[in-house]
């Protein structure tokens, strides 16, 4: 298992890397889409900022402002697009909003506490649910990278593991 402090150096690793990917979005391709039913590339941006902060909560004391996955779902749609200089600066805020309270946490809080969480239908392990947060800061990250190679912008999987800082 995974230590609270571990996993939040982690998770920073995980940001500084999506960071330098929203670098690479091109201002006048917010609006595109890979596909009718995707993310705009403004609103994946959005919505990997915005998420972080949702989890944040989630995670500390299980309030999502939602009950149930489908509710988050409908929601996710409706996000606003960011160009890239605000989605970066709003990632790295609340990625500081989540470190904060994650780390008000004890270790046992942690390690073995649960909470709430729609995305498993009810209790679940903390440590779990922040697992989630780093699974969906990474699943979109790789959405947004595969985005830009459709669009032939010059990326390399280095990006995608935290060898270039922002």
């Not at 309030?63 to 409706?78: D, E, H, P």
Request: net charge neutral.
């Amino acid at each position: 298992m995974i230590r609270r402090d571990q996993f939040l150096r982690f998770y920073d690793e995980i940001v500084t890397s999506s960071e330098v990917i929203f670098r690479h979005v091109p201002a006048e391709k917010v609006d595109w889409r890979p596909f009718e039913s995707f993310f705009t590339l403004g609103q994946l941006m959005a919505h990997m900022a915005i998420s972080t902060r949702v989890y944040a909560d989630g995670v500390t004391d299980g309030q999502w402002g939602v009950t149930a996955l489908r509710a988050v779902l409908v929601t996710n749609r409706r996000t606003p697009p960011m160009d890239p200089p605000t989605a970066r600066e709003r990632l790295r805020e609340n990625a500081a909003y989540f470190a904060e309270r994650l780390s008000s946490l004890s270790e046992q809080d942690f390690e073995e506490g649960e909470v709430f969480a729609p995305q498993f239908n009810g209790p679940a392990p903390r440590w779990r649910v922040a697992m989630l947060a780093a699974e969906h800061q990474i699943n979109h990250k790789a959405e947004l990278f595969m985005s830009l190679k459709m669009l032939k912008i010059t990326l390399h999987t280095g990006h995608l593991y935290h060898l270039e800082r922002p």
